[in-house]
């Protein structure tokens, strides 16, 4: 009973108050700051609902512009209504250059603008889209004279009660900003926090605040410095009757400052910046440890047993926790479908996290997914950086343990990366896709497999604070075994060899049977997944090739070639390391010795007849019956080798264009494969399909 009469007079005595504190209204005021209005339009699809946040700062909540303006910017100005007189409003307000850039197409997208130095609200009238070259208002929305705006509020300092606690005036810089300047404490509190709740005066039945590093662990000392912190989770300054620096296992406070009632303060938009960051830790320059940081609300399994991922909103950045059942040969990557609406690869916009073992480091890559193919510089699956964009994502913390490697990135709501990068809405659902996949050499994303990805539509709201979806951690749950991999097939001794592609063979095929990542394609030689195939010096072969002759189609386009390079991928590669691959055949020299590949013929693919059934199928042969062949109209390419006496023992056929589509050749000595061939069981060469079908035609 003496442990329940504190709670019931707690509740009793905060009651009323929360109410009153929720019931608190200023005419207009809405959890985007101040209403003015909606966009008029009255050209290219302008709309938006506008709203004050602060002295300096507009809201424009899903703003919309269809971008084929030829002049068009964000204008303000204090005429009685929009004229060439006005004035630009930057966005972004962090251009790079002497000029703002020109307004971009936008399509419901939540954007801050804030008016350039030194002009306030007070000082506009209205707000346009405007052209500047024709001098044309595609729309605009007014400023209602007398319009009360948010402003910050100026609190008393910390009350000085222990551990030589004080402050200067304390300010709620919005509705989940407090700013503490010339803060002082001994740091000797055993289990100190910053402290928040309701009531007359500090008690127990309080909240923690993170620091200013956004960290949770009891507080260090301060010794006149000046920080920032924010309230947790969906918590405002609306809800809270105090601030206080609080010993939670003495009970016992510290100091503190009174909330007043009668706020009106701007909404927490993302308008302020914590300084320093609340993932910085200033002192060492380095990223917080993962097992200080706050942690995240919102958790989504995306691949059942293998990814998940954790989420939390601040401000105008989300900070994003990837944990997957991968190796350091792996990837995994999450971001935003590349269609509303529906979960789509092409055109998405995706963070690829992994392990650098060369580097020693955790790695988070902003990627644009242009095509299906591997990237070539212009188009693919390609990180930012590689055609002309800007890596947004930022690494907070990485951990690998039991398994698992887990990966802490941050990246803005809303970026200035042109097309490579997606806007993440501020209060609504998007779509988002996943998957897990093999790095290449380079470290970047080859293909992943068909059931190493996300199925169906997954939208998220990124604003969520309780959408924990995941039952419990992936280091809980116990690894899947892997599926028996198929055997090495063979070719020997054939003269006649056709060249074409088909799918890798899921977690079977490929990647297993070579150590190789994968790109989801492969070469078939004698319709064969990647064979060995047995040569003899000094003799002829002939290669009819059919892996696409579009330049313009990456996706569809693998110009043959045989070299002492396991990896392949000579147009790829810069001129030093084109000098370190030795080419046998496949690649010619124009006149100023640039390489070019000289064998692409039509495009032939073995695909799925439904979907990709490699992971039922025992061996190739069962799922080789899960295919069918397409090919494009025209004639194959032919390529003549002549193997020389001084070729390596093992050379490797590959595309010209993308890196491991292809494997081992083996070169013997005159006489060699007579003996090779005999020796070697059917199953190994190339009658092992024809004898298989045969069988099944025979049974039918």
């Known amino acids: 009973m003496d442990t329940l009469l504190p709670l019931v007079l707690f509740l009793v005595c905060a009651a009323p108050h929360q109410a009153s504190a929720q019931s608190r209204h200023y005419p207009g005021r809405t959890k985007y700051g101040r209403l003015v209005g909606e966009f008029k339009e009255y050209a290219h699809g302008i709309r938006g609902s506008v709203f004050v946040v602060d002295e300096t700062t507009l809201f424009i909540k899903g703003f919309a512009y269809d971008g084929t303006g030829p ?24 251009f790079k250059g002497r000029e703002p850039p020109i307004l971009p197409a936008i399509s419901n997208a939540d954007i801050i603008l804030r008016l350039p130095f030194p002009k306030r609200i007070r000082d506009i009238k209205w707000l346009a889209v405007w052209c500047r070259r024709f001098t044309v208002n ?20 910390f009350k000085r009660l222990a551990h030589q606690l004080r402050s200067g005036n304390i300010s709620i810089l919005d509705a989940k900003t407090f700013y503490i300047p010339n803060l002082h404490y001994d740091g000797a509190g055993p289990d100190a926090y910053f402290w928040v709740g309701n009531g007359s005066e500090p008690n127990e039945f309080g909240i923690k ?35 206080s620096m609080w010993c939670v296992q003495y009970k016992h406070n510290f100091g503190h400052v009174m909330i007043p009632k009668d706020l009106d303060v701007p909404p927490a938009l993302g308008q302020t910046k914590i300084t320093p960051p609340w993932w910085y830790n200033p002192t060492t320059s380095t990223t917080q440890d993962p097992l200080q940081m706050p942690k995240m609300t919102n958790c989504r399994e995306l691949l059942s047993n293998r990814l998940q991922v954790e989420w939390e909103m601040h401000g105008n950045e989300v900070q994003i926790q990837l944990s997957g059942r991968i190796t350091e040969s792996q990837y995994m990557a999450f971001g935003i479908s590349g269609e509303n609406g529906r979960s789509s690869m092409l055109g998405a916009d995706v963070v690829v996290a992994f392990y650098d073992k060369d580097q020693k480091a955790f790695k988070a890559v902003d990627y644009y997914l242009s095509k299906y193919a591997q990237c070539d510089g212009r188009e693919g699956v390609c990180p930012d950086e590689k055609v002309g964009g800007k890596n947004e994502a930022v690494v907070i913390s990485g951990e690998q343990r039991d398994g698992i490697i887990t990966v802490t990135y941050k990246r803005p709501l809303q970026t200035r990366d042109g097309p490579y990068d ?41 604003s969520s604070r309780n959408d924990h979806a995941c039952i419990s951690s992936l280091s809980e749950k116990k690894e899947v ?17 056709s060249a074409r592609i088909g799918p890798t063979g899921g977690q079977r095929g490929y990647t297993h049977l070579t150590d190789h990542p994968s790109w989801g394609i492969a070469w078939y030689i004698n319709d064969l997944l990647i064979p060995e195939v047995f040569v003899e010096r000094g003799q002829s ?3 009819k090739v059919e892996g696409g002759f579009e330049e313009a189609n990456p996706a569809r386009y693998h110009p043959f070639y045989i070299t002492d390079s396991s990896e392949g991928g000579f147009g790829q590669k810069s001129e030093e390391q084109q000098k370190q691959q030795r080419v046998f055949a496949g690649v010619g020299y124009d006149a100023e010795g640039n390489p070019y590949p000289n064998t692409a013929g039509r495009y032939c693919e073995w695909i799925h007849k439904t979907v990709d059934q490699s992971s039922s199928k025992e061996t190739f042969e069962s799922f080789f019956e899960t295919l069918k062949l ?3 109209p025209g004639e194959p390419a032919i390529l003549n080798w002549t193997v020389a006496m001084d070729t390596p023992d093992t050379v490797y056929y590959q595309c010209y264009t993308h890196n491991n589509l292809g494997w081992k050749i ?13 020796a070697m069981p059917l199953h190994t060469t190339v009658a092992a399909v024809a004898v298989h079908l045969l069988v099944l035609m025979l049974g039918r």
């Open 481 to 497: 075994s892997n599926l028996k991999v198929w055997k090495q097939l063979r070719i020997v001794g054939e003269k006649e060899l």
């Open 422 to 462: 997606k806007i993440i809405p501020f209060d609504s659902e998007v779509n988002v896709i996943a998957a897990i996949g093999p790095l290449n050499s380079r470290m970047e994303a080859n293909a992943h497999n068909s059931g190493d990805r996300t199925s169906g539509d997954i939208r998220i709201d990124f």
């Open 666 to 678: 083996q070169v013997k000595n005159p006489g060699e494969l007579a003996g090779l061939n005999s």
């Open 209 to 243: 605040v993170p620091n200013e590093r956004g960290s949770l662990e009891p507080l260090r000392g301060y010794q006149g410095e000046d920080i920032e912190i924010q309230l947790p989770n969906n918590l405002t300054v609306y809800n809270i009757d105090w601030l």
């Open 138 to 157: 595609f729309g605009d929305v007014f400023i209602p004279p007398n319009l009360e705006i948010p402003k910050t509020r100026v609190l008393p300092e």
């Open 541 to 543: 072969y002939v290669f």
């Open 71 to 94: 002049d068009a910017f964000f204008w303000v100005g204090n005429q009685t209504r929009p004229s060439p007189e006005g004035e630009i409003v930057p966005y972004p307000k962090d």
């Open 630 to 632: 397409e090919c494009e």
